[in-house]
């Protein structure tokens, strides 16, 4: 999957508790995203980041918070998992953005119990 | 709500045969991208297809865009059971200041030996 490597591959929590998922790249690219996927509603954007330190929201960022302090690395923090953020979560990188072709990672299943 | 939305919802057919699925979106688009997703994996881009283009070939893909009528169509020819996967289409428009990518909820495609 393109030099992505999602970390978890599958988490169960219980409601309350903090969660991070990572996002590892090797391709130095400077767009990093997060999405989750449910049933019915496609990809939602959470958060992304166009550069070490700069990141912006998605269209469903309550409840997450996103850091990146390497071009390799984002990371993406549930401060207070809930039921509602069961599903599975993906990364995916681009070299010049979203006017051109986003690489996907593995995903990972977050079960929120 | 989405900006793509793939029609029909599911689609089976046999071997051999064509695999036609489309794409509605509502606003301007920069581009529209297709990407595929196998079960329990990423997904991967397919193929792009400018607003300024019209028919774009891959392979035994074939992407067509009419931005008069909004929409867009991905024919898969002499499909195999490997094809058998999630299509999703994905537009870029540029909106509150810079390009966003939205995804459709997806047509799963079936392909039987």
């Known amino acids: 999957d393109a030099g992505i490597t999602q970390s978890p591959r599958h988490k169960v929590t219980e409601t309350g508790t903090p969660v991070t998922l990572r996002c590892h790249q090797t391709e130095n690219h400077r767009y990093m995203y997060w999405y989750r996927q449910d049933p019915g509603h496609g990809l939602r954007l959470i958060h992304y980041s166009y550069g070490v330190k700069d990141t912006d929201k998605g269209e469903v960022s309550d409840g997450y918070s996103v850091s990146r302090s390497k071009t390799e690395d984002f990371l993406l923090t549930l401060e207070s998992a809930t039921s509602s953020q069961t599903s599975v979560y993906f990364c995916?990188?681009?070299?010049?953005?979203?006017?051109?072709?986003?690489?996907f990672g593995s995903g990972t299943q977050l079960s929120v119990l | 709500s989405q900006q793509g939305e793939e029609d029909p919802q599911a689609l089976s057919i046999q071997e051999g045969e064509n695999a036609t699925m489309n794409c509605s979106y509502k606003?301007?688009?920069?581009?529209l991208q297709w990407y595929r997703q196998n079960s329990g994996r990423g997904l991967v881009h397919l193929i792009l297809?400018?607003?300024?283009?019209r028919e774009k070939h891959s392979g035994r893909l074939r992407v067509t865009l009419d931005t008069s009528k909004k929409s867009s169509s991905l024919l898969i020819t002499a499909s195999r059971a490997a094809d058998t996967a999630s299509y999703f289409c994905a537009t870029v428009g540029f909106s509150g200041g810079y390009n966003k990518l939205i995804f459709g909820a997806g047509t799963r495609l079936a392909v039987h030996p």
């Open positions: 606003t301007s688009i920069n581009n």
């Open positions: 995916a990188i681009s070299e010049k953005g979203e006017i051109e072709k986003l690489f």
């Open positions: 297809i400018r607003s300024n283009e």
